[in-house]
């Protein structure tokens, strides 16, 4: 039931999104360069993170409510590398925002490892 409705308002977001991108996409190229541009850039990138986190939301109940504590062990470690690689993927371009975000991610995921493993 929950998952049902996270993806509902994975849907509805990725809705926000496309009409945001639509937006910004048949704006001007000036007005695309100053600062209304800058504010659809930032919403399109906000839309982008509130869905990766519903996503992830998601990923979590499923894991949960489906695997056993080895399993869930071994997924915590996973998406801890995961996030991981894509935070140094985001610093090597120099988006450092992102890149904190998905460091934070990572940790979340490694604390989680620690505490299915005993090793908290």
Not at 37 to 51: C, H, L, N, V, Y
Not at 64 to 80: H, V
Request: no cysteine; charged share 35%.
């Amino acid at each position: 039931m929950i998952n049902k409705r996270l993806d509902e308002l994975k849907n509805e977001i990725d809705t926000l999104l496309k009409a945001e991108r639509e937006d910004f996409d048949n704006m001007p190229e000036t007005f695309q360069r100053d600062d209304k541009g800058d504010q659809a850039q930032a919403a399109i990138d906000a839309f982008k993170e509130a869905a990766d986190f519903v996503v992830t939301a998601s990923e979590s109940l499923k894991m949960a409510m489906k695997k056993t504590p080895q399993e869930k062990i071994i997924e915590a470690n996973e998406w801890s590398s995961r996030h991981l690689a894509d935070a140094n993927e985001a610093a090597e371009r120099g988006d450092m925002m992102k890149a904190e975000k998905l460091y934070a991610k990572s940790q979340y995921w490694l604390d989680r490892y620690n505490k299915l493993a005993g090793n908290s």
